[in-house]
């Protein structure tokens, strides 16, 4: 009887890595379709949240957008309420790091342009879609804890890029409350978008809090 030869365990060794090599292949494309599954849903979940608002924003509704199937996306999100948090957050985090670009060497001391950036998180799709969150939230107790945790970790990375950019001392006794103050007066110009272009009055009223900051944080 003729037993395994020394040619004989190279091929199987051989063999054996190729199809290891060939599994990891068809892995990578799969990861990488599952990830490009999930940015769509994410971003049709928040495109859909600020044109329909949470009525108007089912499974259905996004997947159709995102052009998958209701499987596929509760796939990812088992339950609607995962989606919608999911997307906020995945577009909150977007947009810090959007603000972070603009200014990748530092604002240089132009606090009127970080002003106006910091202004921009609260006049775009995310806000309006954040917004209608919070009131579907206010009506339900199993999504109000979820987005009561994700606007409070999103609202410290705002504060902490804020000053930052700002260059504020917050050891200066008033210095945190002044930067939180402006940043919750952008919040109230964002609300007041919703309605009608506040683009001019928004303009006047930021120019206004830079000169304000100005004085506050040398």
Known sequence: MGGVTTQDRADRA???????????????????????TRQRLLQAAVACLA???????TVSVVAERAGVSRGAAQHHFPTREDLFT???EYVAEERSTALRDLFPEGAAGDRGAVLSALVDLFT????????????????EDQLRARVTELEARVGRETHRIAVDLLGADESRPGTRET????????????????????????ERVVAQWAQLLENALD
């Open 14 to 36: 051989d063999g054996a890595d190729r199809a290891d090599r060939t599994d990891r292949a068809d892995r990578v494309p799969k990861q990488d379709r599952s990830r490009a």
């Open 51 to 57: 044109e329909h608002g949470w009525a108007g924003s």
């Open 86 to 88: 999911a997307a906020v």
């Open 124 to 139: 775009g799709p995310l806000f309006r879609a954040a917004l209608h969150l919070w009131v579907a939230a206010s009506n």
């Open 179 to 202: 930067v939180q103050g402006f940043l919750d007066m952008a919040r109230g110009l964002g609300l007041a978008n919703l309605l009608t272009d506040d683009t001019t009055r928004r």
